[in-house]
């Protein structure tokens, strides 16, 4: 009996291992073509670089800190803060997925186990956000990893890790805190739940206590809270917040998980849900069911308090954290509906239909995203790495957010030059002119947003035309729609030789494409 069970822990062991090294593979393959959810991956630089300069002592407040210690401990061995972020982050997707099939295998049945973690290693977002300088994979793996401890009966391992998965994103704080705590109404002699929700609880308390003394309040989460939600209902009338509301909740299950998560994923992991008790280790398997539950209802619970049209791009990570346990909880279901004797041998059919309806939503929806974030994101990036190409050091560019991340976390000989500079002049073209001479300024990144200024300060550059600002000569090379920008080469008598290659997109240069103006 006992080398039974040696022989099932080894197969799930070696299961969890091939798997997560498959999803660290494909992770690696999209690290050169994925360019990042929106402006938090490149700002995570700055964030990285700041701790690593700082020796450690700078705590990220809003976000939790975890992340970016451990990226900058990764930065300060391989020296660039990109390359540090995403050794982190695609480790930790290869372990979330380990450990998805672990807990799978192990809790539920082989055959879930390995369908699951299958299901997690393409999931868009899963894996998308494990090839990007982002948190998600990071919280996604202690948090695993803390459900498995929890469930194997130790209470303080599990306690501890799910501590340090609170310090990667303070979710466990609205979603496995009151799950534990449920444990502990339910059978209070339950010492495993006990010691998990106390360590647990005594984390987010004393992160609470810290933030009170640095920031001066208790609602550690109220920055994040803030900023998303805004005016998205704040001036609505009583009845237009109620539609708001039911919009992005009704949204939020009805278009968007189906679309990231996967139809029949969605669609089987309610029956997964209430067929737990037939899992392999059942209450394990209960305790699986009331994570997922608590990290699904602050999902919800999110989306209500947002108000955010379904659309929304930040929808694309909040759902993140759920996407284990949908996996799970449909494995589970598609495995157990499929020995139900009326279908007989075509009982694996429904698991293999599950596998084959997700693969083809995640296909679409991962080609979407990776177009979407090229297109965003990776012109931005492209642009200034030509500029560092093709100018000698010493040279500026007049741009904001994405593209002067980039520069300063890298140090580059580049220098960005926001369109919040107080020296830069307003809507004077020839003064305009002399400041970009006066600062050896060689591209300019007009953005449309009002938030960064170039509305204000060059208001006529929102045309898109080549345009003569006083002794300088501004041709449009680069133009996207979508995110709202378009980038200038200048030339003009400053003694700034001309670029050693020609812009991306240009005739005779290597790249191309729809973003870039012939």
């Known amino acids: 009996m006992a080398g039974t069970q040696r022989g099932h822990t080894g197969r799930a062991a070696a299961s969890a291992v091939v798997l997560g090294l498959l999803a660290i593979a494909w992770r690696i393959w999209l690290v ?58 695609v480790l930790m997707g290869g372990l979330a997925v380990g450990l998805c099939a672990w807990i799978g295998w192990r809790w539920l049945s082989p055959a879930a186990g390995v369908a ?106 109220g920055g994040v809270l803030e900023r998303n939600t805004g005016d998205a209902v704040g001036d609505l009338s009583p009845r237009e917040r109620v539609a708001a509301v039911w919009l992005a909740f009704s949204g939020l299950f009805a278009r968007v998980l189906p679309a990231h998560a996967g139809h029949a994923v969605c669609l089987l992991a309610v029956p997964g849900f209430f067929l737990l008790k037939r899992g392999a280790r059942p209450e394990a398997a209960r305790w699986l069911g009331l994570a997922g539950l608590g990290t699904v209802g602050l999902l919800a619970a999110t989306a209500v308090v947002s108000a955010y049209d379904p659309a929304h791009n930040l929808y694309w990570k909040w759902l993140t954290p759920s996407v284990p346990f949908l996996v799970l909880l449909a494995a589970h279901a598609a495995v157990e509906l499929g020995r139900h004797p009326r279908l007989g041998r075509a009982g694996p059919l429904l698991l293999i239909a599950l596998l084959l309806q997700s693969a083809f939503v995640y296909r679409s929806q991962t080609a979407f995203q990776m177009d979407r974030s090229q297109r965003w994101y990776g012109t931005q990036i492209e642009l200034m790495r030509w500029v560092e190409r093709a100018y000698p050091p010493g040279v500026a560019v007049l741009t904001d957010a994405i593209p002067a991340w ?44 009002d938030w960064v200024g170039a509305r204000e300060a060059a208001p006529w550059l929102e045309l898109g035309k080549a345009v003569a600002v006083g002794d300088a000569f501004l041709l449009p090379i680069a133009r996207e729609d979508g995110y709202g920008f378009i980038a200038y080469v200048v030339s003009g008598p400053f003694g700034i030789p001309e670029p050693s290659e020609p812009p991306p997109g240009a005739a005779g240069s290597d790249g191309s494409g729809d973003d870039w103006l012939p």
């Not at 956000?129 to 209470?155: I, N």
């Not at 209070?188 to 009170?212: C, M, N, P, Q, S």
């Not at 809507?427 to 947003?449: M, S, T």
Request: proline share 4%; hydrophobic share 50%.
């Open 116 to 221: 699951a973690a299958l299901l997690l290693c393409f999931q868009p977002e899963a894996a998308l956000y494990s090839a990007s300088v982002l948190r998600e994979s990071t919280y996604m793996a202690a948090m695993l990893a803390g459900v498995a401890l929890v469930g194997a009966g130790r209470g303080l391992g599990g306690g501890a890790v799910l501590s340090l998965a609170f310090l990667a994103r303070f979710n466990p704080a609205f979603s496995l805190l009151p799950a534990l705590g449920w444990l502990v109404v339910r059978d209070r002699r339950d010492r495993r739940a006990w010691k998990a929700a106390a360590l647990l609880g005594a984390t987010v308390l004393a992160w609470a206590i810290y933030y009170r003394l640095t920031v001066g309040h208790w609602a550690f989460w």
């Open 406 to 449: 980039y520069l300063q976390a890298r140090r580059s000989p580049v220098t960005p030059i926001s369109w919040s500079d107080p020296d830069l002049p307003r809507d004077n073209a020839d003064a305009f002119g002399a400041f970009l001479a006066r600062e050896r300024i060689v591209v300019v990144q007009w953005f449309a947003e």
């Open 32 to 89: 050169g073509r994925y360019w990042g959810h929106e402006e938090e991956d490149w700002g995570n630089l700055l964030l990285i670089r700041g701790v690593l300069d700082s020796h450690f002592g700078l705590i990220e407040t809003e976000h939790m800190p975890l992340y970016s210690w451990l990226a900058a401990a990764a930065t300060a061995l391989v020296g660039d803060p990109r390359t540090g972020g995403l050794v982190i982050s």
